[in-house]
């Protein structure tokens, strides 16, 4: 086990390297890509252009670029914004962290859960009416785009039906955070949290289905019915167990991509200060030091799930240590 953990962490560095290296060139060494100019804004005179590249450095060699980029970003700390300036990119990022990791964690337990009752109750009931409705349900999930669920869920309760007493209780648009009050915290991140999940309990639901009903067509699930095991003990230890690694791969590549930015549309709707909205407006003004940081904030939890997610698998499967 230690070997894996060892072989999955230098995996890690490479990719992470790999990324670093490509993004970067992307952003500053294509041709045709001035940084500089788009810097010092459109119709710039040239004396302009040729000072702003010297003020940031992007007259120097790019090899010596990318390592002054990832000394400031991961050693001094004080990499700053080409838009707004003074701004330090990685203290931003740090603050906005907590915003996307408390809506995309609370999401996803409520996801999993969900995700794993419908499909295993589905798949119970193969055929029959909560199958059907649970199948039809998850559908309609799958089928809905997350900023209107979101458009819908603050016109309810922020809007019509906020002085009554179902949602007098909901917190205005925004973050709390949890070492503030974890009471408002909670309150503040309930909408969200089924907003962003209400897609992935469809789409879970449906694939843990399928995984279940295919695996009832294993010689191993025959064997164990043979040998006198009760319906309910075959489900919930043989067939969900199996059917569920390919529900943990999803999850773990779901869940860094989210924590990633992803969850960007949630964060806008709701008024979340997160990760996501962050690269949004980075985006919009081509802050380059910002949108570096967040592709390498993105790309470091994207590889850091798969990890957690493949070393689950074999705690989950013994099949797999011997691969």
Not at 276 to 303: C, E, H, N, W
């Amino acid at each position: 086990m230690l070997a894996v953990i060892l072989s999955r962490l230098a995996r890690m560095v490479v990719v992470m390297v790999g990324i670093s290296v490509i993004t970067f060139l992307i952003f500053f060494a294509t041709p045709g890509a001035d940084p500089a100019a788009r810097i010092a804004g459109r119709n710039a005179a040239p004396e302009t252009v040729t000072a702003v590249r010297h003020d940031f450095g992007l007259d120097r060699p790019i090899w010596v670029q990318y390592g002054v980029m990832m000394r400031k970003m991961f050693v001094t700390g004080d990499l700053t914004s080409f838009v707004n300036r003074g701004q330090k990119i990685v203290p931003t990022l740090t603050a906005a962290a907590p915003v996307t990791l408390s809506l995309v964690a609370g999401a996803a337990v409520l996801w999993m859960a969900l995700g794993a009752a419908t499909g295993i109750i589905a798949a119970a009931f193969k055929d029959r009416l909560p199958d059907k409705i649970l199948m039809g349900v998850s559908m309609m999930a799958v089928a809905m785009p997350v900023f209107w669920v979101g458009e819908m869920v603050n016109l309810v309760t922020q809007s019509r039906l906020h002085d009554t007493w179902a949602f007098s209780w909901v917190p205005p648009l925004g973050y709390v955070p949890l070492s503030e009050s974890p009471a408002r915290w909670f309150l503040a991140l309930v909408f969200p949290w089924i907003t962003l999940s209400f897609l992935y309990i469809g789409l879970y639901g449906r694939m843990l289905r399928t995984g279940i009903i295919e695996t009832y067509q294993e010689d191993y699930i025959r064997t164990a019915r043979a040998k006198g095991l009760t319906a309910r003990r075959v489900l919930l230890k043989h067939a969900t167990r199996a059917a569920i690694i390919p529900v943990v791969i999803m999850f773990g590549m779901d869940f860094g991509v989210l924590v990633g930015g992803a969850a960007v549309l949630t964060e806008v709707v709701f008024g979340l200060n997160g990760v996501g909205r962050l690269t949004y407006q980075a985006l919009k003004v081509l802050d380059l030091p910002m949108i570096m940081a967040a592709v390498l904030y993105a790309s470091f939890f994207v590889v850091l799930a798969n990890a957690v997610v493949d070393l689950l698998c074999i705690l989950i499967d013994p099949r797999l240590r011997r691969k």
